[in-house]
């Protein structure tokens, strides 16, 4: 038995050496092809197609493995400089015989960035290349870019109906005085509205004052840029009676938009794609109404970043400020500095750009920022704020730390104006027969107590610290702007204001891109801007994340799903307000207890929500039948 056992032992050992090497081998050897550089695919004759089936933004989310193998998934971002840097390439190559925007899907954007876009697609077509775009319905957005196309086409199936900014916001005080919850709120700005959905029952007259004005202005912008693209098109009547409009074309929208010169062409993807084959070449190899196609992420990697030159450094603020690291759509404190601090330690950058694309968050977070950058001034590099679609509130409090400032006219910023919000449950468990009791040696001992409430000590520390935080707001901004305090307080109190405006009350210096800006940060460190490049400060994917990312992207190229009609298109949108409401109540009990946030800009910036609170909106509105 002995001899048995002994052998056994053998075969068993032999056996688990034998998995272990096999798993080595598998691992070295997936090790080996992550780190390996890609093949890279020959960029041949065709169209190139930008299927841009999510939202343009400033940094997207990194790729989450798990959540693809789940079945959740995550909605696809673009990022805002890759697009474009696409198209201005594609203007000039003669490989690209077409550009095809693929917008059935689009997940839309802020105003600045989906303007951006669509003034590349603009360039394109002034290059004398055609640019054709396909949807069964266009979004807003989605005909801000179409409109600049040599041909619009449209499902003859679907139709194009326009909202313009605006719609309902949740306000919760009365679910929350149903529940019990006591929201102690403190805050400076009378038009600081972030709060007052926790705090009214309706918008204050101030708060949709500004939100009107801003809304407006947008709008404007946005009504004269259609209109410059496509002077002939009749969309007034589309915005101001659309339902005799409809009514007018007896419930063809298609055909309605059609006639207003709208779109050019109703077709099928089957004849949408023949048409592109008389400019870019039929493709033999697959089916009807195939064509010879460049692929976008092909034709990125054909056309990298430059790397010569003098450096300047790009650093991007993106998402909501939170304290910490950066994770799933928002931007840490402590992620940036270490960016920041490990960039400047190598002592090889010569001017220094901010991207800041945010609606602001942590007061903390972002004064930690705000002093991180200014360890540039250290070093007597220039430093070059660069606002992309919103730098509002904490985004503006990090904004403070350049020496000039480059926005867009659709940019959204100001929002100066700070506030802090904390939850307590005592009359929620006084509901349920809970009581509290303790015992207390100063008048701050257990607080701010969440089960017993604050009392009239720790209010006033609370909303002194608040009013504190406001004065050092606008003293930076005072300092930074050359501004008196008062003027500051003038313009601040909360308010929200797109770029043009804020260019002309001196919170911004000049209109131009990351590009203009980049440039102006060459200059003023005494180079020429065409000898030096952009190096982004940002953590790179690890080989891991970009391993499932090709997986998760594998299983998307071949899918062609509609979005829709236009109704579906406005039912998606509504689901896109459900989950910034779902937002909304998760950072009233996790969030920094004093923020510098903007709510005005919220909703503007597509119909895609950036955080997991899609995937539960998605349960919720099955629920309910929406």
Same mark, same amino acid.
């Given at each position: 038995?002995?001899?048995?056992?002994?052998?056994?032992?053998?075969?068993?050992?032999?056996?688990?050496?034998?998995?272990?090497?096999?798993?080595?081998?598998?691992?070295?050897?997936?090790?080996?092809?992550?780190?390996?550089?890609?093949?890279?695919?020959?960029?041949?004759?065709?169209?190139?197609?930008?299927?841009?089936?999510?939202?343009?933004?400033?940094?997207?989310?990194?790729?989450?493995?798990?959540?693809?193998?789940?079945?959740?998934?995550?909605?696809?971002?673009?990022?805002?400089?890759?697009?474009?840097?696409?198209?201005?390439?594609?203007?000039?190559?003669?490989?690209?015989?077409?550009?095809?925007?693929?917008?059935?899907?689009?997940?839309?954007?802020?105003?600045?960035?989906?303007?951006?876009?669509?003034?590349?697609?603009?360039?394109?077509?002034?290059?004398?290349?055609?640019?054709?775009?396909?949807?069964?319905?266009?979004?807003?957005?989605?005909?801000?870019?179409?409109?600049?196309?040599?041909?619009?086409?449209?499902?003859?199936?679907?139709?194009?109906?326009?909202?313009?900014?605006?719609?309902?916001?949740?306000?919760?005080?009365?679910?929350?005085?149903?529940?019990?919850?006591?929201?102690?709120?403190?805050?400076?700005?009378?038009?600081?509205?972030?709060?007052?959905?926790?705090?009214?029952?309706?918008?204050?007259?101030?708060?949709?004052?500004?939100?009107?004005?801003?809304?407006?202005?947008?709008?404007?912008?946005?009504?004269?840029?259609?209109?410059?693209?496509?002077?002939?098109?009749?969309?007034?009547?589309?915005?101001?009676?659309?339902?005799?409009?409809?009514?007018?074309?007896?419930?063809?929208?298609?055909?309605?938009?059609?006639?207003?010169?709208?779109?050019?062409?109703?077709?099928?993807?089957?004849?949408?794609?023949?048409?592109?084959?008389?400019?870019?070449?039929?493709?033999?190899?697959?089916?009807?109404?195939?064509?010879?196609?460049?692929?976008?992420?092909?034709?990125?990697?054909?056309?990298?970043?430059?790397?010569?030159?003098?450096?300047?450094?790009?650093?991007?603020?993106?998402?909501?400020?939170?304290?910490?690291?950066?994770?799933?759509?928002?931007?840490?404190?402590?992620?940036?500095?270490?960016?920041?601090?490990?960039?400047?330690?190598?002592?090889?950058?010569?001017?220094?750009?901010?991207?800041?694309?945010?609606?602001?968050?942590?007061?903390?977070?972002?004064?930690?920022?705000?002093?991180?950058?200014?360890?540039?001034?250290?070093?007597?590099?220039?430093?070059?704020?660069?606002?992309?679609?919103?730098?509002?509130?904490?985004?503006?409090?990090?904004?403070?730390?350049?020496?000039?400032?480059?926005?867009?006219?659709?940019?959204?910023?100001?929002?100066?104006?700070?506030?802090?919000?904390?939850?307590?449950?005592?009359?929620?468990?006084?509901?349920?027969?809970?009581?509290?009791?303790?015992?207390?040696?100063?008048?701050?001992?257990?607080?701010?107590?969440?089960?017993?409430?604050?009392?009239?000590?720790?209010?006033?520390?609370?909303?002194?610290?608040?009013?504190?935080?406001?004065?050092?707001?606008?003293?930076?901004?005072?300092?930074?702007?050359?501004?008196?305090?008062?003027?500051?307080?003038?313009?601040?109190? !909360?308010?929200?204001?797109?770029? =043009?405006? /804020? @260019?002309?009350?001196? #919170? %911004?210096?000049?209109?131009? *891109? &990351?590009?203009?800006?980049?440039?102006?940060?060459?200059?003023?460190?005494?180079?020429?801007?065409?000898?030096?490049?952009?190096?982004?400060?940002?953590?790179?994917?690890?080989?891991?994340?970009?391993?499932?990312?090709?997986?998760?992207?594998?299983?998307?190229?071949?899918?062609?799903?509609?979005?829709?009609?236009?109704?579906?298109?406005?039912?998606?949108?509504?689901?896109?307000?459900?989950?910034?409401?779902?937002?909304?109540?998760?950072?009233?009990?996790?969030?920094?207890?004093?923020?510098?946030?903007?709510?005005?800009?919220?909703?503007?910036? !597509?119909?895609?929500?950036?955080? =997991?609170? /899609? @995937?539960?909106?998605? #349960? %919720?509105?099955?629920?309910? *039948? &929406?």
């Amino acid at each position: 038995m002995k001899l048995v056992r002994g052998a056994w032992k053998i075969l068993v050992g032999i056996k688990d050496g034998l998995v272990l090497i096999a798993m080595l081998l598998f691992f070295g050897l997936l090790f080996a092809g992550l780190s390996s550089k890609p093949t890279t695919v020959a960029v041949r004759d065709g169209a190139l197609v930008l299927k841009l089936d999510g939202a343009i933004v400033e940094q997207p989310q990194q790729v989450d493995p798990f959540a693809g193998f789940s079945g959740g998934g995550m909605p696809s971002e673009f990022r805002l400089r890759d697009v474009v840097r696409t198209l201005d390439k594609a203007a000039k190559d003669d490989r690209v015989k077409v550009v095809v925007l693929d917008l059935d899907s689009f997940g839309g954007g802020y105003p600045a960035a989906v303007d951006e876009v669509a003034n590349a697609i603009r360039r394109v077509r002034d290059a004398k290349k055609p640019v054709l775009a396909y949807a069964t319905a266009y979004t807003d957005s989605a005909y801000r870019l179409a409109a600049n196309a040599s041909e619009v086409w449209m499902s003859p199936m679907g139709g194009t109906l326009f909202m313009g900014p605006g719609g309902s916001q949740l306000y919760y005080k009365g679910l929350i005085d149903k529940l019990g919850v006591n929201a102690h709120v403190y805050r400076v700005g009378k038009y600081k509205s972030f709060v007052e959905p926790y705090t009214r029952t309706e918008a204050s007259p101030e708060a949709k004052e500004e939100v009107v004005k801003l809304y407006e202005v947008l709008f404007a912008q946005w009504q004269e840029a259609i209109t410059k693209a496509r002077p002939k098109a009749k969309f007034q009547p589309f915005l101001t009676t659309p339902g005799a409009v409809v009514t007018a074309a007896q419930g063809d929208i298609a055909k309605a938009n059609l006639d207003a010169g709208l779109v050019d062409k109703l077709g099928t993807r089957l004849d949408f794609g023949k048409r592109v084959a008389e400019i870019a070449g039929i493709d033999d190899k697959k089916v009807a109404g195939s064509f010879k196609t460049i692929k976008y992420d092909t034709y990125l990697a054909d056309n990298p970043l430059p790397t010569n030159g003098s450096k300047v450094g790009v650093l991007t603020i993106a998402g909501d400020i939170v304290d910490g690291k950066s994770n799933g759509g928002s931007v840490g404190s402590d992620t940036i500095v270490k960016l920041m601090l490990d960039a400047l330690a190598k002592k090889d950058l010569k001017a220094l750009v901010v991207r800041v694309d945010s609606p602001g968050g942590s007061a903390l977070a972002s004064e930690d920022m705000r002093r991180a950058i200014q360890e540039a001034k250290a070093q007597k590099l220039p430093i070059v704020i660069s606002m992309g679609s919103v730098a509002a509130s904490g985004g503006y409090w990090v904004s403070t730390a350049g020496d000039v400032i480059f926005a867009e006219p659709t940019t959204i910023t100001g929002s100066i104006g700070i506030f802090g919000i904390i939850p307590t449950f005592e009359n929620t468990l006084k509901k349920i027969g809970l009581t509290t009791d303790g015992v207390k040696t100063t008048p701050l001992s257990g607080q701010p107590d969440i089960y017993g409430g604050t009392n009239p000590e720790t209010d006033a520390i609370f909303q002194a610290g608040i009013e504190n935080g406001y004065r050092q707001f606008i003293t930076r901004v005072a300092n930074a702007r050359k501004l008196s305090t008062t003027r500051v307080d003038e313009i601040g109190q !909360g308010r929200v204001w797109d770029g =043009g405006t /804020a @260019r002309q009350i001196g #919170l %911004v210096d000049r209109f131009g *891109g &990351l590009n203009d800006a980049v440039a102006e940060a060459a200059k003023r460190a005494g180079l020429k801007p065409e000898d030096v490049h952009a190096e982004y400060l940002e953590k790179k994917p690890s080989a891991w994340a970009k391993f499932f990312a090709q997986i998760l992207d594998s299983n998307k190229d071949d899918e062609d799903k509609s979005a829709g009609d236009a109704f579906t298109r406005m039912a998606a949108e509504r689901r896109a307000v459900f989950a910034r409401a779902l937002g909304d109540v998760k950072r009233i009990g996790t969030g920094a207890a004093i923020q510098a946030r903007c709510l005005e800009c919220d909703g503007l910036g !597509g119909n895609t929500p950036r955080s =997991g609170d /899609a @995937r539960l909106v998605d #349960l %919720v509105l099955a629920r309910i *039948g &929406l």
